[in-house]
């Protein structure tokens, strides 16, 4: 598809960001973040409150980290093509690839396009008795041109030595006398910015979340007021909440339609209006096309309802319904038969509840039968929707436009760790693809 001739904001895609990138006019964005999965060899769980989903970049470097290389070259020379000259890129990684990075980004920006390699230090996670623990990320720096914007920032202002973060105030330790400038001194290249911690304000319940303050600093440096700020890998949004916090106009990209619809919440929380997604499931077709989980967390958003509270799988329940909680369990398949009504007649007993509901893309003749059968028999109600009911607004529980967290359903609060479903878990919910060890580290992934 060939590139459009102008450039629309205040948009969420849900798309391959390669794909949209390359319908994107040249020279037409100010400042660009990238955020991707990092080479990490582990499955990445984005955990809701009450449910999980396998998210959309999961393992697929099984190359090595020359396929992971080339796999973000391709976008890289995108986001080169699409920067105006004025123009700046922040990559965001770890020490997982940091190094191969910086020459891809060498090869496709110019060496002498380098700015800074940017050490981002924090104070949770990465400890070990066998290495130094690893407390830092790397953010990779490049200017379009020469002619790159740049706001020169300060340290924050000290007094006696004293500074403080979200955990509170804390000495410095340097030595020697701190400079009293009112302003502070000029930014160096390493910033100490706490995480978001399991008791941050900020916290949604992402774990690859990123701190605002961390994004403050990258979009005050490098744009300004009414600029244009991309993310192409946007998470959970923080490089959107921050530049429009900061006056700027703002473009992100997701794959996940979980994450797009989390963005959108989260863009209306911070006073965005005219909030337009493009790419989101409305057809049979591209909801039989979602992974298992997305698919899920569509129809239970759909219906307004909450998460089951317990593992994936457990008692045959994926969801809730408002208000009553009444159990619904979700099939991402056609022509569901009378077995599935009748496991789940004992699912809906077992909860106490005299009410439930299957939702599938079709039922069989032996379904409606089975339903009919449980409610003469023994009262219980199971009422089979089917996605086309929920596309056309015809379920009761189905608000008109609703969609994912909107738009006024409470994103539900971060499940704690002890109920999450494993890597394995979730693998196995998602097609049955081997699981591989996960290595344990915080923060990674998607801001």
């Known amino acids: 598809m060939a590139p459009v001739g102008f450039l629309e904001t205040s948009v969420i895609y849900c798309d391959d960001n390669l794909h949209r990138l390359a319908q994107f006019p040249a020279e037409c964005v100010d400042l ?118 740049f706001n020169a920032q300060h340290t924050p202002y000290v007094m006696g030595g004293i500074m403080e973060d979200e955990k509170g105030p804390y000495q410095i330790q340097y030595g020697k006398r701190v400079d009293f400038n009112p302003q502070g001194a000029l930014m160096p290249d390493w910033w100490e910015i706490g995480i978001v911690s399991s008791v941050s304000r900020e916290r949604l319940g992402y774990p690859t979340q990123k ?101 994936s799988g457990d008692m045959g329940i994926d969801g809730l319904s408002f208000m009553l909680h009444e159990p619904i369990q979700v099939k991402q398949s056609s022509g569901v038969g009378r077995n599935v009504v009748d496991n789940f007649e004992t699912a809906v007993k077992r909860a106490g509840k005299n009410k439930g509901y299957i939702v599938a893309f079709s039922f069989g003749k032996g379904a409606y039968e089975e339903a009919a059968r449980v409610k003469g028999a023994a009262g219980l109600t199971i009422e089979l929707l089917t996605v086309a009911d929920l596309l056309e607004g015809k379920a009761d529980l189905v608000t008109p436009d609703a969609g994912l967290f909107g738009p006024d359903l409470p994103l539900p609060a971060a499940r704690g760790a002890e109920s999450r479903p494993s890597a394995e878990e979730l693998l196995a919910s998602d097609g049955g693809r081997p699981a591989r060890a996960a290595e344990k580290r915080e923060p990674y992934g998607s801001n």
């Not at 990092?38 to 697929?60: P, T």
């Not at 093509?81 to 690839?97: F, N």
């Not at 919440?265 to 992974?291: C, F, S």
Request: proline share 5%; charged share 25%.
């Open 211 to 311: 701190p605002e303050a961390l994004l403050e600093r990258v979009v005050r440096a490098s744009s300004n007021p009414g600029d244009i700020v991309l993310d192409p890998f946007a998470g959970c949004g923080t490089a959107l909440v921050v530049a429009h916090q900061l006056g700027r106009q703002w473009i992100g990209i997701h794959i996940s339609p979980t994450a797009v619809g989390l963005m959108k919440w989260r863009m209306q929380k911070v006073g965005a209006t005219d909030i337009k997604l493009v790419g989101m499931p409305v057809t049979e077709a591209q909801l039989r096309a979602l992974k298992p989980f997305e698919f899920q967390n569509w129809v239970i958003q759909r219906m307004n309802g909450t998460h089951s509270p317990r593992k």
């Open 32 to 149: 660009i973040y990238l955020d991707p999965p990092f080479f990490s060899n582990r499955q990445y769980e984005v955990i809701w409150g009450d449910e999980a989903e396998v998210r959309s970049f999961e393992d697929r470097w099984e190359g090595g980290i020359h396929v992971y290389v080339e796999w973000m070259r391709e976008r890289v020379m995108e986001i080169q093509r699409v920067l105006k000259p004025t123009g700046s890129v922040y990559l965001h990684c770890d020490w997982h690839a940091s190094h191969y990075l910086k020459v891809m980004m060498d090869e496709v920006f110019g060496r002498d396009h380098f700015v800074n390699e940017i050490v981002w230090c924090y104070r949770s996670g990465g400890a070990s008795q066998t290495r130094f623990a690893r407390k830092h990320d790397i953010l990779l720096f490049y200017g379009k041109s020469p002619k790159r914007s």
